[in-house]
């Protein structure tokens, strides 16, 4: 960061746009507001009311492709059900290429298909960056995801198989999954089905990747995976709601390793976030 700012004469910025009142979206922009100025680098929220239009959203997200000090553009999901199905398409298609932080546009996912994107979508990208940092090796071995989302489950399908994985994507109709999950050697579960993966998808030894996010409120689910007296359920017993990963905490007795939630994947794609953002600030300066 602090050589791109000597050298640009301002630090990387990120543009954010967060559209309504939803608490969870407002912790996540806060956190990488945080993460980036302690990084040096310069992120802002430009906010939306929940009745605001989607021809609103867009006039905002031109306002950002325009600017001079903004690299990157993130639009902070999810937006109100009032805009349509496809309003976070319609978003994805209009921020520019080059400031497409989160990988999204199309442009940026055709040329991840060809295995040349220069911004890669952060959760998949935080992903592989925890696999090569626990020295898990990737090329050759078995891997299955278990969801196919564009942000998620198929950008991850992609990396790994750019880094010679033979992958299985899973979904909601794939048959006997537990039978397939436990072929792989790595297994990335991105559903948001709380504690869903429970051992049988698991090889014994795999590293086991933990994407899924859910608030759970319900109190039979948390008894269902926290024994009495844990950590876990005491805190949901002070809080009422607890995050929860799609793996079932007993996952831990099989598998080699094991990723977190919260505190895994979460983090990462904040740091992919402002990588990104830093590596699109330097191709706009380089383009100059
Ligand atoms: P999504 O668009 O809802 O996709 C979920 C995927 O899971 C779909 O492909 C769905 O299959 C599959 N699925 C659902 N139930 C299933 C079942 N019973 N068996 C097999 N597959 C099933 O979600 P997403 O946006 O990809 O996010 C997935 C999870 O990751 C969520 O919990 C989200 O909060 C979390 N997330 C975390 C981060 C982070 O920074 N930690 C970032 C992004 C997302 P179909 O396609 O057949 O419906």
């Known amino acids: 960061m602090a050589a791109f700012t000597a050298r640009a004469g301002r630090p990387p ?3 954010i746009v967060l559209v309504g009142d939803d608490p969870a979206s407002h912790l996540y922009v806060n956190a990488k507001i945080k993460s980036a100025a302690e990084t040096g680098l310069h992120a ?5 009311p929940a009745s605001a239009s989607l021809p609103e959203l867009l006039a905002v997200v031109e306002r950002l492709n325009q600017s001079e000090v903004h690299d990157g553009i993130l639009v ?3 937006l109100p059900d009032s805009m349509g199905a496809d309003a976070e398409r319609r978003v994805f298609d209009v921020v520019r290429p080059d400031k497409d932080v989160d990988g999204f546009h199309p442009v940026n996912v055709g040329k991840l298909v060809q295995n040349r994107a220069p911004l890669v979508a952060c959760t998949p990208s935080g992903v592989i960056e925890m696999l090569e940092r626990s020295q898990i090796a990737i090329a050759g071995a078995r891997a299955a995801v278990i969801g196919r989302s ?3 489950g198929k950008p991850m399908a992609l990396l790994l198989m750019h880094r010679n994985a033979t992958v299985t994507i899973c979904h909601s109709r794939t048959a006997n999954l537990p039978r397939v999950t436990s072929q792989a050697d790595i297994l990335v579960t991105a559903m948001g ?3 869903f993966v429970t051992p049988d998808f698991v090889k ?3 590293a086991v990747v933990d994407v899924g996010t859910t608030q759970v409120t319900d109190r039979a689910v948390v008894e269902r995976l926290f024994a009495p007296g844990s950590k876990r359920r005491d805190a949901f017993g002070r809080r009422g709601s ?3 990963g799609d793996v079932h905490p007993d996952v831990a007795n099989v598998a080699g390793a094991l990723s977190p939630v919260p505190g895994g994947v979460g983090p990462l794609t904040i740091a992919l976030l402002l990588r990104n953002t830093l590596r699109a600030a330097e191709e706009r300066l380089a383009a100059r």
């Open 44 to 48: 802002d929220c430009s906010q939306l």
């Open 150 to 152: 564009d942000i998620v």
């Open 193 to 195: 089905r709380a504690g």
């Open 76 to 78: 902070q999901s999810p």
């Open 13 to 15: 910025g990120l543009g």
């Open 242 to 244: 607890l995050v929860v």
């Open 204 to 206: 014994p030894g795999a």
